[in-house]
């Protein structure tokens, strides 16, 4: 089943990378004032050496190229009309920026070409290897694809648990259960997710509501207020589903768990249960039991398909216990021939 929300994909913009969030890399502009506007829509960084060396297809368009050491001490063994010319072929491609690392100085020739061509050039007294690791942890981050989802994300047993239903289900009257339980709020009402690479699913509160929930009658609570702040936590993954709904009777609801079912989110498959909701039933106690055996799934242990095992075991050697006593039955006594 799909949450049936549109995948968002950020860009960033490469006056961005002047940001506080990236203080500590110390970027200074230093030429292509009029292009920081352009877009940055890869989160790996590029360091452009074969491009230096006069071979372009694999620079990557709306990547950061790096220039450091290397680059730098190559192009000084070159004539200035060489020079000129493979920094010109670079800087015609669509490279969003250009930084400059460990303090050395850009080439005036490439300072030139990104303020004619609007291409923001950065240079920083950082080494290299820290700019990349830097600006590759905010780029995951800034342009990792994301949608945001009606629900409740909880921390339960150390599982990623989020709770899906329609509005007034009780999923947050749930989640404050789960609290008192000892397990931890995400996020309540909005939650944001986000996918990273290998796939992996990162949820969190949405501004202002952060570690606050709504609940019917009472209104807004502050839970790290209630419960201490480690009630709460900032993001966790999002690695089980589960979706309550009222109670219908007469439904065939599932008894056995043998059917495994998945939630689309973001293109991933995410494990998940269908609770049905009714008057006297401990929807928190469920939701925990629920997020326990998740875990002993993943472990291996799948309670469902361990008893049907045994139970096709023993109707097995029933069967097996009946056939010798047909045979004996039916075979013909000795010395009589059948008639």
């Not at 490279?95 to 690392?101: E, G, L, Q």
């Not at 249960?273 to 002993?296: C, F, H, K, W, Y």
């Not at 096709?312 to 050697?317: M, P, Y």
Request: overall charge positive; charged content about 25%.
């Amino acid at each position: 089943m799909s949450l049936g929300r549109q995948e968002t994909k950020p860009v960033v913009r490469a006056g961005e990378l002047c940001s506080p969030a990236l203080a500590s890399l110390a970027l200074r502009l230093v030429a292509g004032h009029g292009g920081l506007s352009r877009t940055i829509e890869w989160p790996r960084v590029q360091k452009p050496g074969l491009a230096i060396a006069g071979f372009l297809p694999y620079v990557r368009p709306h990547r950061v190229q790096i220039l450091g050491e290397s680059e730098l001490s190559y192009l000084s063994t070159l004539t200035p009309a060489v020079v000129r010319q493979r920094l010109d072929a670079f800087t015609a491609l669509r490279v969003p920026c250009v930084i400059v690392t460990k303090g050395l100085e850009p080439p005036a020739s490439l300072a030139k070409l990104c303020q004619r061509r609007r291409i923001p050039l950065f240079t920083t007294t950082r080494l290299t290897g820290s700019v990349i690791e830097g600006l590759t942890a905010f780029l995951e981050e800034s342009l990792a694809p994301r949608v945001t989802v009606h629900g409740v994300l909880m921390e339960v047993g150390g599982l990623g648990t989020l709770l899906l239903g329609d509005s007034g289900v009780g999923k947050s009257e749930c989640a404050l259960a789960l609290v008192q339980r000892g397990h931890r709020l995400v996020a309540d009402d909005l939650v944001v997710i986000q996918r990273f690479p290998n796939d992996v699913l990162i949820g969190s509160s949405s501004g202002l509501i952060r570690h606050h929930m709504e609940l019917r009658g009472l209104g807004i609570v502050n839970v790290p207020m209630l419960f201490g702040v480690a009630a709460v936590l900032e993001r966790h993954t999002v690695e089980f589903v589960i979706h309550l709904s009222n109670w219908v009777e007469g439904r065939d609801y599932d008894r056995l768990g043998l059917d495994e079912e998945t939630e689309s989110i973001l293109g991933v498959g995410v494990p998940r249960v269908s609770m049905p909701v009714a008057t006297g039933r401990d929807l928190a106690l469920l939701v925990e039991i629920a997020s326990r055996n998740q875990l002993l799934k993943r472990r291996g242990f799948h309670a469902a398909r361990e008893m049907a095992a045994k139970v096709q075991a023993e109707i097995f050697r029933k069967e097996q216990a009946r056939r010798p006593a047909r045979r004996k039955k039916a075979a013909p006594r000795r010395g009589k021939v059948p008639a």
